[in-house]
């Protein structure tokens, strides 16, 4: 044995020692030395004696190792690597401004690109101080919310910033930075550019990101809250600010106060109920009906919803939605009602007064693969005949189970059209293997026209017959865009819209359901921003 060892005995005492020490308080781990020794006493007797046990003792010495100690030594190794952190944080940048400047000084499309955005800004930024100087707060534009933050990692990485300032302030309309050298200069107007437009146009639009971003959630004011910041920050509204959140949205119930809904599409208003933000959305929700309803759009439709297993994604909300908004907009005799999307179509009441159970009772109606058509104009015509209502017009929207057209076409949320009641043929493309593809849709395309022509003949007939010389007009709206089409854009008594998006149901509610193709486009291009273009053939 060397001369560093020592026996089973010493080895006893200095284990019991170590924990002597921890019962006494000194410094020392009894969850290690209680780890440690009996694996020690163990080796130690099976034989495993000389220079291992003499390392495992030393190990039991360094045991004694304080609190204090641990802590301290932990503090300094994160206080360098914060520094190491630092340096490398700070050397990434300045390679990122290096980077952006040799990019503007070599690449000429940059270059411009950077020189027009700059020149954007600087031009709203300098007209908005204008109007904040005469008091005119709803003039001003959002540039001072969308310019990047003097600093900011966009900022370091494009130096647009440096460029907005120098236009808003430049060197020959100020007196001040005559003789100046340019980089302190550049110091000069950015720093000004924080101080004199950015920060004063901030607190003059009272944008709610100032606010939350210094965590003065007490002073928001909360009906200055677009709709889509309520929508993601309602949760930390009620998390620092409880009691006059809730009093707010009291207020807008009791009329006493508003609440923005402008921005939000119907379906995103429903799919935010599921994020415990009920009351919220029963709030916007009610303000986008008055809203519309001011518009006077969509006061005589009714819709046919498709609620089947088909909808797949967010095309269930925005069916649902839609359905819902269109049952509100609508007067009597449509009004809080809805078709159901089945073989044997049924004219509902939508139950509920709440939004919440609005949506359950229309996400569970019955549901089918296809609907009948010739069944549901029956169901118009019934409902007219009753009114003796002279005009009606109805919209539908179209979404087949496989993406594909069968002899169903559905209509105002996913809803269809089925051929079948008056032809031999019923093609169900879900039922189909991949071979038949090509083949089955020539067929349908064959026989597609014929069949909406008879159909739409019988139906026309049915109406004359009960005394109304115009039939209802349709539009089909395929949610999920696919090759198959129903029908043509020049076909007799029906519109065909295809997808989803934002603007295309913008489109829908300006336009009141009704538009062609070719409309579709010129609303697309007649915007003020693109007057100024010119196409070069």
Known sequence: MCSSCVSAKHLKSA???CKA???????????????????????????????NNCRWFHDIENIGESKEDRIRKNLERGEEEKKAARVLRKEREAAKAKKALARYKKDPDFRVLHDQVAEVFAKFLRSDVEFLKLGDVNKISLASKWCPNIDSSYDKATLICESIARRVFPKAEYSEYEGVEDAHYAYRVRDRLKKEVLVPLHKALELPEVYIGFNQWRTLPDNRVPSIVMNTYKDLFLKHDPKRFLKYLEDVKKGDSTIAAGALLPHEIISSLGDGGSSVAELQWKRMVEDLMKLGKLKDCVAVCDVSGSMEGNLMEVCVAIGLLISELSEDPWKGKVITFTAKPKLHIIEGDELVSKVMFTTNMERGLNTNFQKVFDQILKVAVDIRSVRIRWYSRDYSSDSRYSREFSSDSSYSRDYSSDSSYSLDYGKRRRGWKEREERRAEKCRRKGWETDYEAIKRKFREKGFGKVPEIVFW??????ATPVTATQEGVVLLSGFSKNLMKLFFERDGIFTPLEAMELAIAGEEYKELIVYD
């Open 15 to 17: 284990i019991q020692s």
């Open 478 to 483: 395929n949610l999920r865009p696919s090759e």
């Open 21 to 51: 020490e921890h019962f006494l308080g000194l410094p020392s781990q009894k969850c290690k030395v209680d780890r440690v020794a009996p694996n020690m006493i163990r080796l130690w007797r099976k034989g495993y004696r000389k220079e």
